[in-house]
């Protein structure tokens, strides 16, 4: 439901109102979005933004908002931290200190010339 006024001044972020969206393709239950996020585009890219969020299914909004938020998501991967119960960070800390097992054929892989070397 996007809450509007036809006569008002919708460039007054007090009367945006409220958005609520459901996620057609991960099938999220609606989540109330009452922040904005502005940007700026060249013709070029809001038309292919436009067309690729026809393509999958979503407005300009939705496409945009998914996009950039799995691209945060990537970057901000490998900075997570994670927690684990006392035992299974016990059993991770034992895994991680175990030794290493020979492995021949892996060992021969890495050190033997590739066909791009020779």
Known sequence: ??????????????????VRTHNVR??????????????????RERELLYQASRASGTTL??????????AAEHVLADRARFQLPAAQWTEFVALLDRPTLDKPRLRGLLTEPSVLDR
């Not at 099938?27 to 109330?32: A, F, R, S």
């Open 61 to 70: 909004s939705e496409f945009v908002l998914d996009a950039a938020t799995t």
């Open 26 to 43: 991960t099938g999220l239950k609606p989540v109330e979005k009452t922040e904005r996020v502005a940007l700026r585009a060249s013709v």
């Open 1 to 18: 439901m996007l809450w509007t006024d036809p006569g008002g001044d919708l460039t007054d972020p007090a009367r945006w109102g409220t």
